[in-house]
């Protein structure tokens, strides 16, 4: 018997929302890259290991998905924020490549964890209300709520690391601390796990629920164009710090131009279903690729032209931009949610999440060696129109579907 009180399924959405609160408090965002430069790494390095924490998402993403199918979801939960917790404890004596790779490979296993069991525990919690026509706006809010807890934060990033370089690490581990116990608070599910047909192997049914996945007509397209895009509003993301230092920005500005950045995110993600059903799939997709198109003219022009005041302007249009991916998030996981069963929700949307990380990991790697061996000028010329054209047929083939 738990020595916790869950509360009622009514009520998980709200505690979910405390939750996300806690668990996205990140201070050392705005500074990250600065962190792990007085780490021993260069800038990149810092894009590597990017790819390396894409690559322990892959693999671990679907296997960690179907945990959450077979086990306790509110378990599952638990253990990823178990995991981001210790990701942070390891980053605060961490010094060295190979250390931050073990940091790297601690917070891919949590994010694996979290992403497809998340949203399968949130759309069953509001199933068992009869509420899933509400997932859309009730995961908006939620999303929301974790970004604007990131927003706040990193406005105190740079700060705290003016203060001392170790200060964002170690608020990091006092809120994820907090957000571990309120997980314990969330009421289980039971009765939603799957059962394995008797003589099948475990592993077997893991692939059977993934080429499902893959091969349906349109989850194959909710995985695939929100991939690219992601990939895409991900490096305007990160070439937002490394921009503001080659430019000169102030310090103290990193935190209000991420932070900035993360509340354009707040607002997509609370948004979300209301631009959604306003604009419907079609106005809704091409404004989106014309988003992702102007974020990169603007990153092209912030690393070549210095002025100071200009950057400021780009920076904001590059946070605007790359703040639109979380939006498309949740729209497609809505939409997929409506096509598969309950026992197979986390391993599907974690399929869904490993699309994402398959492509972000191609990309971040590839920023690496473009940006080590040329500059990060000639890394947006080379990757940017790759980007947007594997983007433009994707989201022409998921229009064709009519959905």
Not at 136 to 147: A, D, F, L, R
Not at 154 to 181: C, E, H, K, R
Not at 282 to 306: E, I, M, Q, S
């Amino acid at each position: 018997m738990s020595i916790f009180k869950t509360v009622s399924y009514k009520n998980a959405p709200l505690l979910l929302k405390w939750m996300c609160f806690f668990k996205y408090v990140m201070f050392m965002l705005p500074v990250i890259v600065l962190i792990y430069q007085d780490k021993g790494l260069s800038l990149g390095d810092f894009f590597l290991l990017q790819g390396i924490f894409s690559i322990a998402t892959v693999i671990l993403e679907i296997p960690t998905g179907y945990i959450g199918d077979l086990f306790s979801r509110k378990k599952v939960i638990s253990l990823s924020i178990v995991a981001w917790l210790l990701a942070h404890i390891v980053l605060y004596s961490a010094y060295g490549f190979w250390d931050i790779i073990l940091v790297e490979i601690l917070c891919g296993f949590a994010s694996s964890l979290y992403s497809g069991t998340y949203q399968a525990y949130l759309y069953d919690v509001l199933k068992k209300e009869n509420q899933e026509k509400h997932y859309m706006k009730q995961q908006g809010s939620i999303e929301s709520i974790g970004i604007l807890s990131t927003a706040i934060t990193t406005l105190f990033g740079g700060l705290l690391y003016a203060m001392g370089a170790d200060l964002p690490i170690i608020g990091g581990i006092i809120f994820i601390s907090v957000s571990l116990i309120i997980s314990l608070f969330l009421p289980d599910m039971q009765d939603i796990k799957r059962v394995v047909e008797k003589g099948k192997s475990k592993w077997k049914d893991i692939m059977g629920i993934a080429k499902y996945a893959i091969t349906h007509t349109e989850i194959k397209w909710l995985i695939i164009y929100p991939a690219i895009f992601g990939t895409g509003t991900l490096i305007l993301m990160w070439i937002q710090q490394p921009i503001m230092k080659a430019n000169l920005v102030p310090l103290y500005l990193f935190g209000f131009f991420i932070g900035a950045s993360q509340l354009f995110r707040s607002l997509s993600a609370k948004f979300a279903h209301n631009v959604f059903n306003k604009l419907k799939t079609k106005n809704y997709t091409v404004a989106l690729f014309g988003l992702l198109f102007v974020g990169f003219v603007a990153g092209l022009l912030a690393t070549t032209f210095t002025n100071i005041y200009l950057t400021y302007v780009l920076c904001l249009i590059l946070g605007v931009m790359s703040s639109s991916q979380v939006s498309l998030k949740i729209v497609a996981h809505s939409m997929i949610n409506h096509r598969i069963k309950s026992d197979e929700r986390a391993t599907v949307l974690s399929v869904s999440s490993m699309g994402d990380k398959i492509s972000r990991t191609v990309f971040l790697i590839s920023m690496k060696f473009l940006i080590d061996g040329y500059s990060m000028q000639v890394m947006l010329w080379v990757l940017a129109p790759i980007i947007l054209l594997l983007t433009f047929i994707s989201m022409a083939k998921l229009l064709k579907l009519k959905i």
